[in-house]
């Protein structure tokens, strides 16, 4: 069974920075990417960032420019280093796994908060 472990959410000021981790462990067969969503109450989740294992990386455009994922080399752990955080970056962010089958896994979710 997968299990992603998400960390490294909190209360942070606007300007200020956060990284995001998430550990993925069990039987992963055939891994492609593994990435970073979020969601705000009303609202469809987004994409943040995501990073395949041959190391592509995309971002939402909301994102771009101010937010940097990464991976370690054993492609089980996935980074997300976020600066100049804006209010509107305030929403819970779920870590993804996706494997070529594919299948999909959440993890439990980090809540991130900026404040004005």
């Known amino acids: 069974q997968v299990q992603l472990v998400e960390s490294g959410g909190g209360l942070v000021q606007s300007g200020e920075s956060l990284r995001l981790s998430c550990a993925a462990s069990g039987s992963i067969f055939s891994p492609y990417g593994m990435g970073w969503f979020r969601e705000v109450p009303g609202k469809e989740r987004e994409l943040v960032a995501m990073?395949?294992?041959?190391?592509?990386?995309s971002y939402g455009d909301s994102v771009k420019g101010r937010f940097a994922i990464s991976r370690e080399g054993s492609r089980s752990t996935v980074y997300l280093q976020m600066n100049s955080l804006k209010p509107e970056d305030t929403a819970v962010y779920y870590c993804?796994?996706?494997?070529?089958?594919?299948?999909?896994?959440w993890g439990q979710g980090t809540q991130v908060i900026v404040s004005s």
């Open positions: 990073i395949t294992t041959q190391g592509s990386t």
């Open positions: 993804k796994l996706v494997t070529a089958r594919p299948t999909v896994y």
